[in-house]
């Protein structure tokens, strides 16, 4: 069974990247139990901290973005529905001629 691969979203993709991101910090933190420089350690939090707050901004930016597609999709939809709104269209001859109140005997 062959399973169809999807592309990740932008979303998928940063929540991607703060797992890595968290992965870097508890590597970080086994290396200061193991004895290494502090300061190097703290400059490595510092970025990674940086990053993901990035990352936190970006996720909301594209969250906004989303909630504004779905209401501007939902407010076309209501105009598609309006537009469309006692929309006859006849089906064949007879129905042609009935619309248009033309008398017609086939």
């Known amino acids: 069974m062959t399973m169809a691969q999807n592309p990740l979203t932008r979303e998928q993709k940063l929540l991607a990247e703060i797992v890595v991101q968290l992965g870097n910090i508890t590597e970080a933190i086994q290396s200061a139990a193991a004895g290494e420089d502090s300061s190097v350690l703290n400059a490595k939090i510092d970025t990674l901290q940086v990053q993901l707050a990035t990352v ?19 407010d076309l939809q209501t105009q598609l529905s309006k537009i469309h709104e006692g929309d006859i269209t006849p089906d064949n001859i007879n129905q042609v001629m009935s619309t248009l109140d033309i008398e017609y005997e086939p």
Do not use: I, M, V
């Not at 936190?56 to 939902?74: G, K, P, S, V």
């Open 56 to 74: 936190a901004n970006a996720r909301a930016a594209l969250q906004q973005q989303l909630a504004e597609a779905q209401t501007l999709n939902a």
